[in-house]
């Protein structure tokens, strides 16, 4: 990825950060993405709420890192660049499991009850179209 696209993903972070829209993920399925909490985290940070903003999502610093690695990933090298990614990839999956069975994280929950796809469904299935 260029230097450009980067930059394009870093606005179109910091617009829907500030924009307040709901995660598109657990809208369509109920259930929370690994980044969720994440827009939440990075207010609390900007209003110097550390504590708030490790509370909604404990990598909220790492990934304004990882931004800036990906930024200059052809100085750092190749082989270095795939070895940061899978260490990011693997704090994300390892964190997002770890708040997913934890019933007493509020943050990050699984109800696909509350899914577009499934009220869709409901909704079929109670008119009889499938």
């Not at 929370?32 to 509370?55: E, I």
């Not at 899978?86 to 509350?114: G, H, M, Q, S, W």
Request: glycine share 8%.
């Amino acid at each position: 990825m260029n230097k450009k696209g980067v930059i394009g993903i870093i606005l179109l972070v910091c617009i829907y950060i500030f924009s307040g829209i709901p995660c598109p993920i657990k809208l369509v399925t109920g259930i929370s993405c690994g980044g969720c909490g994440m827009t939440r985290a990075v207010k609390c940070l900007l209003s110097g709420d550390f504590g708030a903003a490790f509370h909604y999502h404990p990598l909220v610093l790492v990934f304004p890192v990882y931004f800036i690695i990906l930024f200059y990933k052809n100085k750092i090298g190749e082989k270095t660049f795939k070895t940061i990614t899978r260490i990011f990839l693997l704090l994300v999956f390892a964190v997002y499991f770890i708040r997913i069975f934890n019933p007493l994280d509020e943050v990050v929950t699984a109800d696909i009850k509350d899914g577009i796809i499934y009220k869709m469904l409901h909704y079929a299935a109670e008119r009889r179209f499938i």
